[in-house]
């Protein structure tokens, strides 16, 4: 009998087709939803392996009903969607994707950063419903990009990609991270050294028990009412009613936001309400390219776990 895959989402066909060859692989079949609790845990009970999405709450409750199971494969670089510590005492393997994702978000990043600064998806509404009716002097006025100030909070490999970025803008880089690092062009900041001074503040770090709400009403308080958040982290790491409030009392200038603390963000969310925040649907690593390498690290990660070969990016 072959081992068994679960995948919780459809994936393309490729990406999957060389583990079809090896074992069962059973799939959840729409591209628009995950495998719901329920499925996701009657599979558990067979599956020697899950290939699973941020979406998926993997914890011990999954763990207790898979006795069969050696790895969680995500489709991520972040994990925290997995409880490791129940992991560990099942002894099964977590993997993630690192590296290939590094390229894609940067750049995400700082298209998110700039269309937040120069108001670009306001402005593009005014030309499609008929509302630009002429130029005018101070008509969708922005913020400058080039020379100002970027603050970035977790100067990981994707931080560093985006003070690259930045640097050919001819912006001011400060960052902050739990450990100083030797970096060209680049300085080292306190935490609210770096909100007060920051034009534009990037929200970079990992969600951690450390991380997690540590932008809230006080942390907003110190930031310049011409500055700008941009968080393509986690959503949890931002207190979000204090950043609505924030934004709606103009003690900031503008937010970018890709992450939310609830995916799919609900429609009745009081930020969706203000002009001054740009949102996006989690899409930091979402080009055809970047997406097809995450899959083949998991696939890898996969095959070897089954096969007792050793695993790379493991996390537990």
Known sequence: MKPIVFITQKLPDKAVAGLKEQYEVRMWPEE?????????????????????MLSDQIDNEVFEAAPNLKIVSNLAVGYNNIDLGAARKHGVTVTNTPDVLTEATADLTFALLLATAR????????????EWKSWTPMGMTGQNVGGATLGIIGMGR?????????????????????????????????????????????ILTPLTPETEGMIGAAELELMKDTACLINVARG???????????LKDN??????????????????????TLPNVTVLPHIG???????????????????ACLESRSVKNRVC
């Open 32 to 52: 628009d939803t995950h495998a719901p609790r329920e499925k996701l845990l009657e599979e558990a009970k067979e599956a020697h392996a899950l290939w699973t």
């Open 251 to 272: 003690k900031i200038w503008g937010a970018g936001l890709d992450v939310f603390e609830q995916e799919p963000v609900p429609l009745d969310h009081p930020l969706l």
């Open 285 to 303: 690593s979402a080009t055809i390219q970047t997406r097809l390498e995450m899959m083949a690290l998991n696939a890898e990660a996969i095959s």
């Open 119 to 130: 108001r670009i998806i306001e402005a593009e509404k005014t030309v499609r419903s008929g």
């Open 158 to 202: 994707i931080g560093e990609a985006v003070a690259r970025r930045a640097q050919g803008f001819g912006m001011d880089v400060l960052y902050h991270n739990r450990t100083r690092r030797s970096l060209e062009d680049v300085r080292y900041a306190g935490f609210e050294e770096l909100l007060k001074v920051s034009d534009y503040v990037v």
């Open 236 to 246: 949890g790491i931002v207190d979000e009613m204090a950043l609505y409030e924030a």
